[in-house]
């Protein structure tokens, strides 16, 4: 059913650069800076364990028609379809239903190597027997989300390899997979994390982050090379678009079919797909046309470019991007001619997948009038909506776009929030309550993510 023909970029990147790299244009202005809410990344340093390159591992391309697989519903969500049937909350029930018989990706997140093997292998034993295509989110590197409301994940870079391994051996009985590497593992390294965030020596570094994110990235497609590997890159309300590059570069994107955007998040999907598609021009023209320079890429911090004579704003994450918008804030013409002339003929190639799971509202900010000493825009926002459903190939317009895919299991909580307000244990934007733990079901938000979605459920 699925193709595997298209063959690894490497080659193909390395004979291009012979040709351009003298000849490059630049990407910026030289009387411009590209202003960055992040610190500029350090000279990346050689990773602690550094697995073996592979050579040419086929790469698929999912077609548009693929029906992904719909896991097993999550308990709450059951009990709570039943309880509304019960109280004749017919309405209710049904738009629950319907969240939860979207297809989902599963999420493997703990276990011992043979537990994590048997789940990996549930799961795609299960897709090939409907005939769909699973997502498998890969998420236990060592001091993930730096120890906050999602902390966890294997002891160390050792133990973590030997759970990797589980993960391969198990995906290797599938057929095509889409697999996500460790949500904001690359956003998020631990050179980002506050001081004191772990405990003294024994906090992860970002070199062991890096190559653990291409051991099991690697693992993964020597165990099947039917299997679509993406690596985890934010969103764009995060990281600029030379920081996340450069980041993806260093754990050999190139060797995978891309990256993942907006993983439990909720930016708007017309600004991932441009970010998306800056990201990889910025990969080629950092890695072919002008080897090094991240610095030079354009991004969503900064939209000057020929096609508005370098007279370049900040994009604003509240409002939708595009290239005819009439807002200065929203337009992304100039960053997109930008890339247009510094790359000419040479073409991008990383691919990348966007989940759509609770976008359909876009992202959250607090009332005006309202503040709190943070905000926590990721965590629980209320008011938010389901997006667009899974879909390979969904808009020619932007053919590096492989899918749109529900990543985060819609229903489930982001933690417990307290908008940032010391001693509290509550939120205030769901009614004073105190919200699930990560990764518990929260109905309220559920019901609320169902009713509000858009487009709506089919």
């Known amino acids: 059913m699925f193709s595997n023909s298209r063959p690894r970029r490497r080659a193909t990147l390395l004979a291009l650069s012979a040709a351009v790299a003298a000849g490059g244009v630049a990407l910026i202005s030289p009387a411009s800076a590209t202003p960055t809410p992040a610190t500029t990344p350090a000279a990346a340093p050689a990773p602690v364990v550094q697995p073996p390159a592979l050579t040419a591992p086929g790469a698929a391309v999912l077609p548009a028609d693929t029906r992904f697989f719909t896991p097993e519903s ?73 120890s906050q409301y999602s902390s966890g994940g294997a002891a160390d870079d050792a133990a973590y390899r030997a759970w990797a391994d589980g993960v391969a051996l198990g995906i290797a009985k599938g057929d095509t997979v889409t697999v996500v590497i460790e949500p904001d593992g ?23 982050r890096i190559a653990d994110i291409t051991y099991v990235s690697q693992a993964i497609e020597r165990a099947n090379p039917k299997a679509l590997v993406y690596l985890d890159s934010g969103h764009s309300g995060w990281q600029n678009v030379g920081k996340i590059s450069e980041r993806l570069v260093r754990a050999q994107v190139q060797q995978f079919q891309g ?24 990969i080629t023209y950092a890695t072919v046309v002008k080897p090094g320079d991240y610095g030079s890429c354009g991004d969503q911090y900064w939209s000057g470019g020929p096609a508005n004579d370098f007279t370049g704003v900040a994009l604003d994450p ?44 876009g992202p959250w900010a607090p009332a005006a009038g309202t503040s709190y000493p943070d905000p926590q825009t990721w965590c629980n926002p209320p008011g938010r909506g389901l ?11 932007f053919p590096l776009l492989d899918a749109y895919l529900w990543v985060k299991t819609p229903g489930q909580s982001d933690g417990s929030c307290n908008r940032g307000i010391a001693g509290s244990t509550t939120d205030p934007e769901w009614g004073g309550i105190t919200d699930p733990a990560a990764g518990a079901w929260f109905p309220q938000q559920a019901l609320e993510l169902a009713w509000l979605s858009e487009p709506r459920l089919r």
């Not at 390294?189 to 004191?196: I, L």
């Not at 997006?387 to 317009?397: C, E, L």
Request: with cysteine; glycine share 6%.
């Open 259 to 282: 990256l993942a955007l907006n993983t439990s998040n909720y930016q708007y999907t017309a600004n991932l797909k441009q970010y998306g598609t800056w990201i990889s021009e910025c």
């Open 318 to 361: 509240m409002k939708e991007w595009s290239d005819t918008a009439t807002d200065p804030t929203a337009n992304t013409a100039g960053v997109n001619s930008r890339y247009a002339a510094a790359l000419g003929t040479v073409k991008p190639t990383e691919h990348f997948v966007l989940d759509t799971s609770r976008n359909g509202q």
């Open 186 to 208: 690359l956003a998020l390294m631990p050179s980002d994390c506050a001081p004191g965030t772990y405990p003294a020596g024994k906090a992860p570094t970002d070199e062991g």
């Open 387 to 397: 997006g667009d459903t899974p879909q390979a190939q969904p808009d020619k317009a």
């Open 74 to 146: 999550d308990l709450g969500a059951r009990r709570q379809i039943t309880e509304a049937r019960r109280l004749k909350h017919y309405a209710e029930a049904g738009l629950v239903e319907a969240e939860v018989n979207t297809p989902q990706a599963v999420w493997l997140t703990k276990g011992t190597p043979a537990e994590v093997r048997s789940e990996a292998q549930r799961a795609v034993l299960m897709a090939k027997a409907q005939n769909t295509v699973p997502t498998v989110v890969v998420y236990n590197v060592p001091g993930r989300d730096c």
